[in-house]
């Protein structure tokens, strides 16, 4: 079995954006060639899909999540990855899997700075 090696990154909030995934998952298809197993996480909030109105937009979060899904399972991540929504729910991994491959991993990348999630 492969190290896991967890990576913060920023694919949800870019719904259709390409070049913006990519700047991402060039980074953990990086560390599966190295050797590792990256384990990809990202976040959504409400406030990261909200409308022009300010207020939270649930065709804008079904985008991000659908782009989510798309993206992963396109670069093959699709079993190694984990979106943290709001009360803890999570699209991919759930959150005491990803805790137990956070603890088994030597470091977390946080490519953003943005994951404060605990």
């Not at 065709?59 to 670069?75: C, D, G, K, Q």
């Amino acid at each position: 079995m492969r190290t896991p090696l967890p990576l913060a990154a920023s694919i949800a909030q870019r719904p259709g954006y390409g070049g913006h995934a990519w700047a991402f998952l060039q980074y953990a298809l990086g560390l599966r060639e190295l050797g590792y197993e990256p384990i990809l996480i990202d976040r959504l909030t409400a406030e990261m899909t909200a409308g022009a109105d300010g207020r939270p937009s649930p065709a804008a979060r079904r985008a991000a999540i659908e782009w989510f899904r798309h993206v992963t399972e396109f670069a093959g991540l699709a079993e190694s990855c984990s979106l943290l929504l709001e009360e803890g729910e999570t699209v991919g991994l759930g959150r005491e899997e990803l805790g137990e491959a956070i603890e088994a991993a030597p470091c977390l990348l946080n490519l953003m700075g943005f994951l404060d999630d605990p």
